[in-house]
């Protein structure tokens, strides 16, 4: 880059910068520890951990501040690509994947592994159908590439409405994320945490747009690697004497499954296609959901837009996905470690009486939220109540299948569970926020500049000068946050059911313009404003209608489901009863109505997180069909679409920066 | 360049997709397919097909990322249509 701007000092020395914070945070590490045996009580050594690492994220979004609307948008396009892999990688893992994935995985066991092939393999597409190409054309925004090359406003509106749809509700749950760590670790009111969240992510992002999140970006990867890799590590020496987890989580897979024998546990970690309701078919199809999902997010595409060439935008795919691997064949070891520590925990003889010397733990989890540990069916507040849940069932000995934990709190759990001392714990909640703020930040940015370039600028006013424009940015960007973080305070349970629906609907509603817009020059406006509304419109019916319609669905679709002939008289059962049932009684009777509906309420068995199973051969099918009954799109576009096939020349679309 | 070297490496360029789409499907979807019968095969304490969808695959798909990214700048230099 030709015109030398303050900041390039910084670029120059990314490695010896970015070495001496790694450093730094190991021996901040190290001085915890110290601290904490020297008799420091643990809530100081976790605001120490959680301040400390906000502060250093707030040092770097105040220092990449900028007032360029280049710098804003796409940082400059000075990322080099392996700094641009670290921060997609931090981007990318979101608090569910930190905190929420080895929970997962413990739960179902090979089927959850799903979601680890699912949120991988889609890099491959991002590389080689997608990103480069984005790069090359030199957009801003992802709906700014739908307008360029399907002709206007529509399609760019139609992007936004995917985008925003897809990015606000995951959003929320990083927030709410940001909120459950701060209250369990800082002792903070579930309120006012949520809103301390808000403003962690609001000291990256706002004074320095993209340039800013991707630098506090790159430190957040650094935090939350090592925060996650460290109790792996851990349990693998204590447990097997070699400090590789991924590759001694083979002997606790066999310790495992040996033991599932031994307590007649049926299915097992390693059974294929049966628990949580994969059978094979969901479980292929939300492998692809999620691939395809995942090479759909803006989010994810729009930091591809900030590396220095078409070159390094591909390197930098591969170097993402280089980084996120790191966490996500981790994860199953994590996941078996943990299920190996229980099983032996109960094979030891866990009984209501000794649970308190053996488990203290889980009490202290159960006290916080009593919905995270249930044992015998009721929450284990005490020894004593989970003696009378126990007896009241006639269990004697605890087994493994009475102990209920909650997915999300595996991971931030386990330092206890193997008996690792606070540090650990304070150390995995740092880099549990930091997964959270890095995701959060990323996608408040693409909701912002959504609504700031493309509807504001591009759409409302097109001669507005450089400085309202970033105003204008700066101030939608609180408003979304604010939004979402008031969104995130009331707790709204349905909303962090939808996050993982996020997929399916970029999915549908954006892959097939993107990948065609490329790939298939026949392609026109027309067509892909059909394919977008039709494959987003049959996506979100699913998702809503098996969710929040499923009676309905059922009536209408019951002969394409595939419930039994038993599950289809219990409906029509509990329909007679709703019918029948006046006054109090017909809410109550609707509700169980309703949550069977939701069983078997259904197109051929597909559960509702896969929706784009249906929405992408949709949008596909119409944005051809249409595109082919409609005129051929003009020879300037032919050879725009030439332009982008290549690498070398000039970015296509050059913005106005002053 | 040239009209023709234009088309050219368009044509190699959409024959390395279509290869590495191929490696995708297969490490992302075929493999499992088979995961019962690799499961039969223990390596370390690994059952095979388990240890495919947990490690195997995404280490695949790792290096087919970096190879891509390789062979696609020398299909670029080779047509003249590289960056400078």
């Keep these: 880059m030709a015109n030398v701007q303050g900041g390039d ?22 001085l915890m520890a110290i601290l904490s045996a020297m008799g420091v009580p643990n809530v100081i ?26 710098e804003y948008y796409v940082a400059g396009r000075r990322v080099p690509a392996i700094y641009n892999g670290m921060a997609t990688g931090a981007d990318w893992m979101s608090g569910a994947s930190f905190v929420g994935m080895a929970g997962t995985l413990y739960l179902l066991g090979y089927n959850g592994l799903a979601f680890v092939l699912g949120w991988t393999g889609g890099y491959v597409l991002v590389a080689i159908l997608v990103a480069p190409f984005l790069r090359k054309f030199g957009a801003y925004t992802v709906p700014d590439f739908l307008s360029a090359r399907y002709g206007g406003n529509i399609a760019r509106f139609a992007g936004i409405v995917v985008l925003f749809s897809c990015s606000f509700t995951y959003v929320v749950a990083q927030i709410f994320a940001t909120g459950i760590i701060s209250a ?9 945490a949520v809103y301390v969240g808000l403003a962690g992510i609001l000291v990256c992002s706002m004074l320095g747009g993209m340039r800013a999140v991707t630098w506090t970006q790159v430190a957040q990867y ?28 083979g002997q606790a897979l066999q310790g495992i499954i ?20 994969y059978d094979a078919l969901n479980y292929f199809l939300l492998i692809l959901c999620l691939m395809v999902g995942t090479a759909s997010l803006p989010h994810i595409l729009m930091r591809y837009f900030t590396t220095p060439s078409v070159r390094e935008a591909r390197a930098s795919v591969a170097w993402s996905l280089l980084f996120i691997f790191i966490l996500y064949f981790t994860a199953p070891a994590y996941a078996a470690f943990a299920k190996w520590t ?52 006639g269990i004697e000995n605890i087994g493994f299948a009475n102990i209920a934990l909650n997915a999300d709190m595996i991971v931030l759990a386990t330092p206890e569970m193997a008996g690792m001392p606070y540090v ?56 979304v946050a604010i939004a979402a973080a008031y969104v995130a305070s009331t707790r709204p349970a349905d909303i962090l059911a939808m996050v993982s629906w996020a997929f399916s609907l970029a999915a549908a509603g954006l892959f097939p313009a993107l990948v065609l817009g490329v790939w298939w020059k026949r392609t026109n406006g027309p067509g892909a404003v059909a394919g977008i509304v039709a494959g987003f419109g049959i996506c979100l019916y699913y998702l809503l209608g098996t969710r929040y319609g499923a009676v309905g669905f059922h009536e209408t679709w019951g002969w394409l489901g595939t419930a039994t002939v038993e599950q289809v008289a219990r409906f029509d059962e509990l329909k007679a009863a709703w019918t029948a049932a006046t006054g109090e009684a017909k809410e109550a009777a609707w509700v169980a109505l309703d949550a069977h509906a939701q069983t078997i309420a259904s197109w051929w068995g597909v559960k509702n997180l896969s929706a784009a199973a249906f929405g992408l051969p949709v949008g596909f099918g119409v944005m051809i069909l249409v595109s082919l009954l409609t005129k051929a799109p003009s020879k300037e576009m032919q050879d725009f679409i030439d332009e982008l096939r290549v690498p070398g020349g000039k970015t296509m679309m050059e913005e106005k920066t002053t | 360049m040239s009209t023709s070297n234009r088309a050219k490496h368009w044509e190699k360029t959409r024959g390395l997709m279509f290869v590495m789409l191929g490696l995708w499907v297969f490490f992302g979807f075929v493999i499992h397919m088979f995961v019962n019968v690799l499961n039969n095969i223990v390596i370390l304490g690994f059952p095979l097909g388990f240890y495919m969808a947990a490690q195997g695959s995404l280490i695949a798909f790792v290096i087919m990322l970096f190879v891509f990214a390789r062979k696609q700048n020398a299909i670029d230099e080779e047509y003249g249509v590289a960056e400078d």
């Excluded at chain 1, 000092?9 to 190290?30: E, P, Q, W």
């Excluded at chain 1, 800082?186 to 006012?192: E, K, Q, R």
């Excluded at chain 1, 040996?258 to 309701?277: M, N, P, R, Y």
Aim: net charge neutral; aromatic share 8%.
């Design chain 1, 184 to 192: 369990r670790f800082l002792g903070l009111d579930f309120t006012v």
């Design chain 1, 424 to 479: 650990i714990s304070g150390m995995v909640a740092a880099g549990g926020l930091a997964a959270a703020l890095s995701t959060a930040d990323g996608l408040l940015l693409a909701i912002a500049n959504a609504l700031s370039h493309d509807i504001y600028y591009k759409m409302i006013d097109p001669n507005a000068p450089t400085s309202r424009r970033l105003i204008v940015s700066r101030v939608l960007l609180v408003v």
């Design chain 1, 9 to 30: 000092s910084f670029t120059a020395n990314l490695n010896k910068v970015y070495g001496m914070y790694t450093g730094g945070f190991i021996a901040f590490i190290i």
């Design chain 1, 45 to 70: 050594i976790g605001y120490m951990f959680v301040g400390f690492t906000i502060l250093i994220y707030a040092v770097i979004g105040i220092m990449s501040r900028t007032m360029q609307v280049g």
């Design chain 1, 342 to 393: 229980m099983l032996e925990l109960v094979q030891s003889g866990l009984t209501p009486d000794n649970i308190a010397d053996k488990a203290a733990w889980m009490m202290n989890w159960a006290q916080a939220d009593g919905a995270l540990v249930r044992i015998c069916g009721a929450a284990a507040v005490s020894a004593e109540a989970i003696a009378s849940a126990c007896s009241a069932q």
């Design chain 1, 258 to 277: 040996s033991l599932e024998q031994a307590q007649g546990i049926v299915v097992g970690h390693t059974s294929t296609f049966v628990s949580g309701g």
């Design chain 1, 222 to 249: 650094i935090v939350l690697i090592i925060a996650y890799l460290i109790p792996a590590i851990w349990m693998s020496t204590v447990m097997t004497g070699v400090p590789i987890p991924q590759l001694m989580y």
